[in-house]
């Protein structure tokens, strides 16, 4: 009898130490719970990753193709493009809400409806070169991103531009540059561009915008300083012209910066 219980205790050892927890049983227990608490938050990753999908799929669905978009680059861009990680956490869950969303003091996202029309607008084939002047959260320029060759883009908040700028890096948007500075004059040396999205309203056309256009090119901006601009598509012809289309009324956040300055002192603001 001494010896059975002997053999029993030094097999019981055996089983014990071969299952990796020594003389600890309880070990066993904490790490199946750490193991299953783990399982759990990779669910709840998950399931909102499935969620966040949902919304977006929704969003395009009901708000842009909806009320007359169809252009299946911009349906689709706009389908992959995470919009909830471009705004700030706490408004996660109203990304996708059919309403502009603040994410700076003065700054807000447009509505979805919103980019989806200014951005159809420029008619994009894939290999053009864009301008954006006001970046804003960098969502317009992640959705463009997906649309043309190149994306430049300009904000005039230092601290708006740079999140903009780590965020879109971060998601891996590589062919976006990001400049820090007043949207007014454009970006001279990355001239000229095939489109140029401007998202904030100026009271006339800016000259430096139209300059920096290339022949053949189309430039979408919402003019005017009231509570509704017009929303303009203009093209520059081969030989220089420029044609102006107003499309409907929209209300856009005013251009700051020296193009109030030129239009408050009778100077060349514009068109």
Excluded: C
Excluded at 44 to 52: H, I, M, R, T
Aim: glycine letters at 10%; zero cysteines.
């Amino acid at each position: 009898m001494y010896y059975q219980r002997k053999r029993t205790q030094h097999d019981t050892r055996q089983r014990t130490a071969a299952s990796g927890f020594g003389d600890t049983p309880r070990m066993g227990v904490v790490v199946y719970l750490l193991v299953g608490i783990a399982l759990s938050a990779t669910a709840v990753v998950a399931a909102q990753g499935e969620s966040f999908e949902t919304l977006r799929r929704d969003m395009v669905d009901l708000q842009v193709r909806q009320r007359g978009i169809q252009e299946p680059g911009v349906l689709e861009a706009m389908e992959l493009v995470p919009r909830h990680l471009f705004v700030p956490p706490s408004l996660k869950r109203e990304a996708y809400d059919d309403r502009p969303l603040p994410i700076a003091p003065g700054q807000t996202l447009s509505q979805a409806y919103v980019s989806a029309r200014m951005i159809a607008l420029l008619e994009l084939d894939g290999d053009e070169r864009v301008l954006e002047i006001g970046t804003g959260s960098g969502y317009d320029a992640a959705v463009l991103s997906r649309l043309a060759e190149e994306v430049f883009t300009i904000e005039i908040e230092p601290g708006l531009g740079e999140s903009a700028r780590s965020k879109l890096q971060s998601l891996g948007y590589e062919n976006v540059h990001v400049r820090i500075g007043d949207g007014y004059r454009g970006w001279p040396e990355k001239s000229p561009f095939d489109a140029i999205l401007v998202t904030t309203a100026p009271e006339r056309i800016p000259e430096p915008l139209f300059d920096q256009l290339a022949p053949g090119g189309r430039m979408v901006i919402a003019v005017g300083y009231s509570l509704h601009q017009d929303l303009q598509v203009v093209t520059k012809s081969r030989g220089g012209d420029r044609e102006v289309r107003r499309v409907s009324l929209i209300s856009l956040a005013p251009m700051t910066g020296e193009v109030t300055e030129q239009n408050d002192d009778g100077g060349p603001g514009g068109y």
